[in-house]
């Protein structure tokens, strides 16, 4: 969707302010809202794909104006609200009003290391070759979905050369929208800066970003 | 420690955040949910276990040992887990080479996409708006935000963390330091070093 997480390229957000000596967590209530997040995940059984969708649906006026880990917290209700695992009155009482759901599996301390150890892996095996190689000039295509996409606005319609075969993984904008992996080649598609920004743009950059490739259309060589 | 971000929010906002997350957390503890034992173990693991003192120790490795930088580059995520480090957001990922000719900088201009393995989570300002909008758009400007100013012919090439890879800096190895241990070396081994928006501590900050 174009949400307002598609921050690339943006004006009027200020300089970056980097905290020195910042801690992990700002408060009490972030690390019980991450923990809760990380945890949840098992029972909660959705995916990657469908967290960050959770999180950036929601007005730009909003998004923009939460901490990271509340955007994170409102997503976990959300998602939690939406499998019927919780509901509001249960929030607003403090306690569980209702019965549990049976869920598949709950995250156990003796699991914890484990479980990051592993972590979730998004390659997968293919008998398929990738259609672009190294070297290829390749166009982003000019998409606009209204569900979840990692394809940002800024490079959308531009012309950049692929750099490396990443490999073959799950697809953002399918896995999204639970209708499944539908894995896909991965490229890492470098863009000039000029061809991002205009001619007035700083000649010694360069911007890569990863793209599926759905998300590419082949172009002319030079 | 203070809410150094959250001085943005009135004091009832904060507090109302505060008491919906315990509520939320004693309603999944009530169901089964979660075991609070475990999210303990979550918080602890990122707090004082995992964070960039482990990426430190890549990059001096690869500082003092060409097999290992070579290993590095071809494959990063073996090379990382011979150290021991691997798992959530870091099943992935790629070492960067900065050069004398080419510096590499790390965003994630869609959400917060960041090497949890090698450097912990991510600071506010990588998750915040004024980095992930202006990073890929006007990265030197940016790094002077962090006090970095680079000669005018270095290339730049940003990163944009858009799939599951997850991307390591490796910086050059500080000149003066021959013969330096690899403990040593990681020392001035700077987090924002290993994400490309600062540069590794010069031997006379540290002792």
Same mark, same amino acid.
């Given at each position: ?14 300089? !970056? ?9 700002? /408060?009490?209530?972030?690390?019980? /809202? ?20 959770? $999180?950036?649906? $929601? ?8 901490? %990271? %880990? ?7 209700? /959300? ?15 403090? #306690? ?20 990051? #150890? ?5 390659? $997968? ?22 569900? #979840?996409?990692?394809?940002?606005? %800024? ?8 750099? $490396?075969?990443?490999?073959? #993984? ?38 890569? !970003?990863?793209?599926?490739?759905? %998300? ?7 | ?25 004693? &309603? ?5 949910? &979660?075991?609070?034992? +475990? ?19 890549v990059v001096a490795r690869s500082w003092v040992d060409p097999d290992y930088r070579a290993r590095l580059f071809k494959d990063a995520?073996?090379a990382?887990?011979e150290l ?11 070492a960067?080479e900065?050069t ?34 202006? +990073? &890929?758009?006007?990265?030197? +400007? ?28 490796v910086?050059m190895r500080?000149?003066?330091t021959e013969g330096w241990?690899e403990?040593?070396l +990681? ?18 900050? &540290?002792?």
């Amino acid at each position: 969707m174009n949400g307002p997480q598609d921050l690339g390229g943006m004006d009027g957000f200020g300089p !970056v302010m980097p905290e020195p000596d910042e801690p992990v967590f700002h /408060a009490q209530w972030e690390k019980r /809202a991450f923990a809760l997040t990380l945890a949840m995940g098992m029972p909660g059984g959705w995916n990657i794909d469908q967290s960050r969708f959770a $999180r950036e649906n $929601r007005s730009p006026a909003e998004y923009w104006t939460m901490s %990271y %880990y509340q955007i994170w917290f409102a997503a976990l209700e /959300a998602m939690l609200k939406e499998r019927g695992l919780v509901a509001d009155d249960e929030i607003a009482a403090g #306690h569980a009003l209702r019965p549990p759901k049976p869920v598949s599996r709950v995250l156990s301390p003796a699991d914890v290391l484990k479980v990051l #150890h592993r972590g979730g892996p998004t390659e $997968r095996e293919t008998n398929t070759k990738p259609l672009f190689q190294p070297g290829d000039r390749v166009r982003a295509k000019i998409i606009n979905p209204p569900t #979840h996409t990692r394809l940002p606005r %800024y490079v959308r319609g531009h012309l950049g050369v692929v750099d $490396r075969v990443i490999g073959f #993984h799950v697809f953002p904008d399918s896995n999204a929208t639970g209708a499944g992996e539908n894995p896909q080649w991965l490229y890492t598609v470098t863009f000039s800066g000029r061809e991002l920004w205009g001619s007035e743009g700083d000649a010694t950059t360069q911007v890569s !970003v990863d793209a599926w490739e759905p %998300y590419l259309e082949p172009a002319a060589p030079l | 420690m203070t809410e150094l971000h959250e001085h943005h929010h009135d004091h009832s906002e904060l507090s109302e955040t505060q008491l919906r997350v315990r509520a939320l957390e004693t &309603v999944l503890t009530e169901k089964g949910y &979660v075991d609070p034992a +475990a999210l303990d173990l979550l918080i602890e693991t990122y707090e004082k276990k995992v964070g960039p003192r482990n990426g430190a120790r890549v990059v001096a490795r690869s500082w003092v040992d060409p097999d290992y930088r070579a290993r590095l580059f071809k494959d990063a995520t073996p090379a990382i887990a011979e150290l021991g480090y691997a798992g959530r957001q870091g099943e992935h990922i790629v070492a960067l080479e900065n050069t004398p000719k080419l510096h590499n900088m790390v965003v994630c201009t869609l959400c917060s996409c960041y090497p949890w393995p090698v450097l912990g989570l991510p600071p506010v300002w990588y998750k915040s708006a004024p980095y992930r909008s202006r +990073a &890929v758009a006007d990265p030197r +400007a940016v790094l002077k935000d962090f006090g970095v100013t680079l000669p005018p012919d270095t290339q730049i090439r940003v990163w944009d963390s858009t799939s599951e890879i997850r991307y390591l800096v490796v910086p050059m190895r500080p000149a003066g330091t021959e013969g330096w241990s690899e403990e040593r070396l +990681a020392s001035l081994v700077t987090r924002d070093s290993m994400i490309g928006t600062g540069l590794p501590k010069s031997p006379r900050d &540290v002792k």
